[in-house]
């Protein structure tokens, strides 16, 4: 049974109101994942959205048919499959448990449909969503930054 205290711990929920969260409880499923179990692919249908209770996940993007690059990494508290919230499409990356989870997880459509409800609660995860994009945005960037950096060809450019 998902409580609002267990919801008040997930970084997009933060700014949420307990009527809010009771709303999201009632649509919210746990699902539990073994170690190595992979709980979508790359180019699936982007159908729920997902926030870790317990464990860790890794977002993974395959490169070429042998080479998978870990894109980053989702703790307790934090989410992930949040294309299902922008709109309907599909998964960038893989989602592979890094160890045993418990996630919670809601359908895409029921969670974007109790937003056009209420759309202060909509406006509310929205900003809370931005602010991850922008996170992950800058993480990559600087990522990105670092390889350029340390490319032997591009070094003697610095």
């Given amino acids: 049974m998902v409580t609002t205290e267990d919801l ?12 809010m969260l009771k709303r999201i409880i009632s649509i919210t499923d ?12 790359q180019g699936d249908i982007a159908d729920r959205f997902y926030m870790v209770k317990r464990g860790k996940v890794l977002l993974e993007q395959r ?19 949040w294309s299902t919230m922008i709109e309907e499409g ?9 160890e045993p989870c418990e996630i919670y997880s809601m359908r895409g459509d029921i969670i974007r449909a109790l937003c056009e409800k209420d759309p202060y609660m909509g406006y509310l995860l929205s900003q809370r969503l931005l ?3 922008k996170k992950r945005y800058d993480h990559r960037t ?17």
Avoid: N
Wanted: aromatic share 12%; charged share 30%.
């Fill in 131 to 133: 602010v991850i994009l």
């Fill in 8 to 19: 008040k711990k997930m970084v997009i929920m933060t700014h949420l109101k307990d009527d």
């Fill in 30 to 41: 746990v699902l539990k994942f073994e170690d190595q179990e992979i709980i979508f692919r």
């Fill in 90 to 98: 599909y998964y960038t990356t893989d989602a592979v448990c890094a």
């Fill in 63 to 81: 490169i070429a048919e042998k080479i998978t690059v870990s894109v980053g990494s989702i703790k307790p508290g934090f989410a992930f499959g």
């Fill in 142 to 158: 600087e990522q990105f930054i670092k390889v350029i950096k340390h490319d032997p060809d591009m070094k003697d450019l610095f």
